[in-house]
């Protein structure tokens, strides 16, 4: 099974920025979507961006729309977030996944198969 390892978090001050990525340990056949969600300590989790892998249409939650954006290296079976203009709400636990649903853009948490362990995205005020 794929196995996802999310890498560039840390701390950072408000306004700044930070480019997370997402490793896939090889590379997923078919029609997927690579999801960036994020959860806040005490809250749920929620999507950030999706990207459909093939054909790189993208989806933004309001939240970070203007200031993340989302793409991927094919060759490289990875992931990016980049995150610009980071404000304190940005912080919490970043995580990527892969959902095979075949087209839209899956924001819940079940339409994710695959999971990476996180990584962990403090931004000062």
């Known amino acids: 099974q794929v196995q996802l390892v999310e890498s560039g978090g840390g701390l950072v001050q408000a306004g700044g920025s930070l480019q997370l990525s997402c490793a896939a340990s090889e590379r997923t056949s078919g029609s997927y979507a690579l999801g960036w969600f994020r959860q806040a300590q005490g809250k749920e989790r929620e999507v950030v961006a999706v990207i459909r892998w093939m054909s790189g249409v993208i989806y933004y939650a309001d939240s970070v729309e203007g200031r993340f954006t989302i793409s991927r290296d094919d060759a490289k079976n990875t992931g990016y977030l980049q995150m610009n203009s980071l404000k304190f709400e940005d912080t919490g636990t970043y995580y990527c996944?892969?959902?095979?649903?075949?087209?839209?853009?899956?924001?819940?948490?079940?339409?994710?198969?695959?999971w990476g362990q996180g990584t962990t995205v403090t931004v000062s005020p």
């Open positions: 996944a892969i959902s095979r649903i075949p087209f839209g853009f899956p924001r819940t948490l079940r339409a994710y198969e695959i």
